[in-house]
């Protein structure tokens, strides 16, 4: 069983940044592909970013390429998201993710992720 509490969130002007956090409960976090999720109002979960296990393997939606970064730290149990040059069209509640994985590619939809967060609200003004 995994926990996971996000933190971060915020008001933002367009082409600010913001740094999400997600702390995660247990001992086997390096167990875990790692991955966040946002949901816009009206709008369909969508994909974010997404690392492996040991953090060698990252990927993006195309959405935020070159503007966000994920990363993580095992030995604190957290994985973070950068998000630089944000857009009004990135307001949405973001939610981490844990998918018991060791794979080298870690997934990418929603349904293979296993644990969730809470979510945390992050709105960008124009």
């Known amino acids: 069983q995994v926990q996971l509490v996000e933190s971060g969130g915020g008001l933002v002007q367009a082409g600010g940044s913001l740094r999400l956090s997600c702390a995660a409960s247990?001992?086997?976090?390096?167990?875990?592909?790692m991955g966040w999720f946002r949901q816009a109002p009206g709008k369909e979960r969508e994909f974010v970013a997404a690392?492996?296990?040991?953090?060698?393997?990252?990927y993006y939606a195309d959405s935020v390429k070159g503007r966000f970064t994920i990363s993580r730290d095992n030995a604190k149990n957290t994985v973070y998201l950068q998000m630089n040059s944000l857009k009004p069209e990135d307001t949405a509640v973001y939610y981490c993710a844990a998918d018991y994985s060791r794979t080298l590619v870690p997934a990418y939809r929603a349904y293979e992720y296993d644990y969730w967060g809470q979510g945390t609200q992050v709105t960008v003004s124009s």
């Open positions: 690392i492996n296990w040991s953090g060698g393997y990252t």
């Open positions: 247990g001992r086997t976090f390096s167990s875990y592909a």
